[in-house]
């Protein structure tokens, strides 16, 4: 930027000193802005030599680079003799997804996949035309571009319930090697091993979690250094992040991207898987399907195994497009049935109500546009700040909520999102993300420009009700139907009530009174009907602020052999083809307590390892 251009603005010109000065900051502002997502992050793009070379046969062809895919890729690549291929539907993440207080900003955006579920008869009335957004990343780390970042392994009864139901080798004993697995480094500089990088968020508002956990304690809930490490459930705690100087550390970069110079890796970007072909028997993959920057047809061929990794959402549509799927759906179709199989029942989420306190001001800050410069600056040279955090989601209590019972496990995950005086922003983009009907998000908006307020995510850990995921049609193009049939057990209903009823104790504590909170009253025309804090308002407030977690999984269930209602068994393999596996959320037969970033880390590194076991012995025998 020249000397001229700078001081064209100003009354008095620089004689040049203070031009070179303010030229460089901004320069190296910029370079800062563009290292937030440096291109040696990720893997690099081998499209373009595929469209000029052709693709060669692949030992293991993985669909997905998100946070399972990019697990399997990079474990079964560091042996140098297996060539592997993953095909990514997205691109890139944008530089949104890297910085935690902006991640939310890549929704709604062409990085994802903009999915919304067909309209609901008990729960997201508050929702245009009662339909919860449900985002899925499209991009290299998929989801674990968008989420929360937050690792929370679950705990013991989870697992041990898989177990118990004949998923041999997937009790708390089983999975805990692989949680420790997937955190600890490997590898060295020349031969670097993917893992989880695990922080504390720079956290920015310490007075939430002294608020939060010092009331709950008062009801029972313990405040506890870490929660799931050791299998225990209950307590209130700061979560820790996939996080390092400020940044995101998806499994993309910290697995993927770390691989990116192993010769037998290949990743194409912004490929749309289609269609697994199978051979005429059914039993084998021989070849995948999909479409390059949506122009070029293109197949890749198998040697070993394809390894599904979309995602709950793509990997039952991927599955029913190839044949794979209940009978009847597919011959509505007229899709060809290669394996009759429940894919895409047994969808799972965990719900929530969104509650809101006012709370008692916090001083205001005079210059506002001052301070997001501020930020920014210290954000970009120091990755410190409040954009190196997001709004306190951080600070989760996992709580049983049942009257009187002594079992040490949640029923409840409590979420507290703070909102400063003034945001107007940051409750626009909550509003949006829920898509959320504008008398209602223009309630909320007045609100912030009062007074300070919290927004607590009540999160049913272990919902009784399960949907369905359908095809719309034979079109790869086309959004699958997402049936979540959320509410439809009663007994879901009444944990969310007692969730509710567990925050109105939190509000007669002596920490909530000394900040004045308050549980806000939205208008709701048909809620209003009824006596305020009554259950019968309580049950229908809960029916319109309902939505969704993010955390979706189940349609690709794992079982044993007798298990009619299984789609793939517990080594991952899928029933009736031996050469294809799933592996990412979609094949917990039963949601996690907990958010399903780490399980479904875990996942992948046991896959990975499954398929060591099974391919190692024959490649040691010629």
């Known amino acids: 930027m020249s000397a001229p251009i700078l001081h064209a603005h100003c009354p008095n010109p620089s004689v040049g000193t203070l031009n070179n000065l303010l030229g460089s900051l901004l320069q190296t502002l910029i370079t800062a802005q563009c290292a937030i997502s440096a291109k040696e992050n990720w893997p690099e793009d081998y499209g373009d030599l ?12 993985v669909v997905g680079a998100g946070s399972a895919g990019s697990v399997v890729a990079s474990r079964l690549s560091e042996n140098r003799n297996w060539k592997v291929l993953v095909l990514e539907a997205g691109g890139d993440p944008p530089q949104e997804s890297d910085i935690p207080s902006l991640y939310s900003y890549a929704m709604l955006t062409n990085n994802t996949w903009n999915y919304y579920t067909e309209p609901q008869t008990s729960a997201c009335y508050a929702a245009r035309d009662r339909s919860c957004y449900w985002p899925r990343g499209k991009m290299i780390g998929g989801t674990g571009g968008i989420n929360g970042m937050l690792f929370v392994r679950g705990n013991r009864r989870d697992f041990d319930s898989w177990l118990a139901k004949g998923n041999i080798g997937w009790g708390w004993n089983d ?20 893992h989880v990088v695990l922080n504390d968020f720079n956290f920015y508002y310490d007075d939430i979690l002294n608020l939060v956990c010092n009331a709950s304690a008062v009801l029972g809930v313990p405040r506890v250094q870490r929660i799931g490490d050791d299998g225990a459930a209950i307590g209130c705690t700061r979560v820790p992040g996939t996080v390092e100087n400020g940044k995101r550390m998806s499994t993309a970069k910290t697995y ?45 061929r198998i040697q070993r195994e394809v390894v599904v990794s979309a995602g709950t959402i793509e990997s039952p549509k991927l599955l029913m497009l190839s044949g794979v799927g209940p009978r009847e759906h597919l011959n509505s179709l007229q899709i060809p049935v290669l394996h009759d199989l429940p894919v895409g029942n047994n969808l799972q989420d965990h719900l929530m109500t969104l509650l809101y306190f006012k709370l008692q001001a916090r001083p205001k800050e005079r210059n506002g546009q001052a301070k997001i410069m501020e930020n920014m600056f210290n954000y970009l040279m120091y990755g410190k700040g409040p954009l190196s955090s997001h709004s306190t989601t951080s600070v989760v209590s996992f709580v049983n909520t049942v009257p009187n019972s002594n079992v040490t496990y949640p029923t409840t995950e409590f979420h507290n999102i703070f909102f400063h005086y003034s945001d107007i922003d940051a409750v626009k983009l909550s509003t949006d993300i829920s898509a959320m009907q504008p008398q209602y998000a223009n309630y909320l908006s007045n609100i912030i ?96 602020f309902s939505t969704t977690s993010f955390h979706v999984t189940g349609t690709v269930k794992m079982g044993p052999s007798g298990d009619s209602t299984a789609c793939v068994s517990p080594r991952l393999r899928l029933r009736g083809a031996w050469n294809v596996r799933v592996a990412d959320a979609s094949i917990m037969p039963d949601v996690v307590s907990a958010n399903t970033n780490a399980a479904t880390i875990m996942i992948a590194e046991r896959a990975a390892d499954f398929i060591k076991d099974d391919w190692t012995p024959l490649d040691a025998k010629g």
């Open 50 to 61: 595929a469209l000029e070379k052709g693709l060669e046969t692949y030992d293991f062809v």
């Open 175 to 194: 999975v805990l090697p692989y949680f420790q697995k997937a955190v600890t480094p490997v590898g060295n500089s020349t031969n670097p091993m993917g």
């Open 256 to 300: 993927l991207g770390r691989a990116r110079q192993r010769p037998n890796l290949h990743v194409i970007k912004n490929a749309h898987v289609t269609k697994i072909n199978f051979d005429i028997s059914g039993r084998r993959a021989v070849s995948v399907s999909f479409v390059l920057r949506d122009i070029h047809k293109m197949t890749a």
């Open 449 to 544: 420009n009062q007074t300070d307020m919290m927004n607590i995510f009540n999160v049913l850990s272990h919902p009784k009700s399960t949907g369905l995921v359908r095809l719309s049609s034979r079109n790869y193009k086309d959004n699958p139907r997402i049936i979540p049939n959320y509410l439809d057990d009663p007994e879901d209903l009444e944990s969310m009530l007692r969730g509710v009823r567990f925050q109105e104790r939190l509000v007669r504590t002596h920490a909530y009174r000394a900040v004045n909170a308050t549980i806000l009253r939205i208008p709701i025309k048909e809620c209003d009907k009824w006596v305020y804090r009554s259950d019968a308002y309580w049950r229908c407030y809960i029916k319109y």
